[in-house]
């Protein structure tokens, strides 16, 4: 069986949710059982760009560096999905084509897979106005052209069905997370700062945007920061909020108690997880929040909101508050770290909880998937 993959987000410099999503999912396939299997990896390649050497080692792994003009996908994508790709896929002999992130050949006989993590710009303003409206109307038609359609959490199964997607070829598989790796080399300082100035800290992961809902936060920890000794950590790539965010931090007079990282390693990230006393993650809208599995590997406790997909990540192990309301983040957290007993407890749920999403299983359902579609 010959599996086609769209891996062009692994490229990128610094991997966030999507680009672990491929990389985790890819790596994971690659490493099960699947001696029939040659997986055909995707990707555009500019003239005089390196070769991904990803996996390159790996018998079953055939990397297809497409060349491409400058910015053809991202100016041109209906040449790259509808013409382009699958005529390679084509001559390639694919069998069932992944679309790990939004986008499938929307033309060719081919099965397809489409994967869907969220579909946020349906509701709220997230890349700008003209943008999230072609979002919404690729999303539309490629969902219409997939043969399965897979959702990251139930909660973005109910969105998709509720915009059009087909219910019939929906289905759901979890993605894993990245689980505490025990021994790795930890940061002694984050941005400067000694990490042990810090504690004892809470603390949040994600990109400065509108979305995560970062202003909230400020506004929150801001309301309770005379009562306990803690520092807000923000950790994350700059986003539409940042200016936002940094002049909420100035008026209230909390430059020295909340710290704005910037983008951070992996052993950056590693360190803060492992030192946090609390996980805070009240985002608006997400299509799973594996953030949230990460932290409770970690061993810490997580207060998040009520709201999208993140009750699916929590389940029982964390705390969700109504996000909607002022002061709700504020007299959990509060509320935590008053009570040990219940923290204790918090902590011993999450690190049950986490281990029912792992890779191996998702890879699992998705080969089967894949099977089931080409009938191998």
Known sequence: MRVGIFVEVVKAQFHTGISRYVKKL??????????????YLYYQRQPGEQKLDWLSANKQVKHRPLWTPVNLLSEHPSVWWKYYLPLVMKLDGIDV???PNHSVPVSGTIPT??????????????????????LKRTTLENMNCATKIVAVSQS???????????ADKTTVIYQGYEPNPGEMKEC???????????TPYLLFIGTVQPRKNVEYLVDEFASVSSEIPHTLVIAGAP?????????????YGLSDRILLTGFISDEERHTLYKQADIFLYPSLYEGFGLVI????????????GNNSSLPEAAGDAGIKVDIATQGALGEAILSLINEPQ????????????????????????????YRQLCRC
């Open 239 to 251: 986003g539409d909020s940042q200016q936002t965010v940094e002049k909420k931090i100035a008026d």
């Open 188 to 198: 002694t300082s984050i941005m400067q700062r000694p990490v042990s100035s810090l």
């Open 342 to 369: 219940r923290k204790q407890a918090l902590i011993e749920k999450g690190l049950t909880h986490c281990h029912s999403f792992g890779w191996e299983e998702s890879a699992k359902q998705m080969m089967a998937l």
């Open 26 to 39: 890819v790596e994971t396939l690659v490493s099960q059982d699947h001696c029939d299997v040659t997986y």
């Open 97 to 99: 084509f992944h679309g």
């Open 156 to 166: 973005t199964a109910n969105d998709i069905i509720r915009e059009g997607a087909a």
């Open 293 to 304: 599995l990460e932290a409770m590997s970690y061993g810490v406790p997580v207060i998040t």
């Open 113 to 134: 897979v489409l994967t869907i993590h969220d579909i946020a710009y349906f509701y709220m303003k997230v890349h700008g106005e003209g943008l999230d409206r072609m």
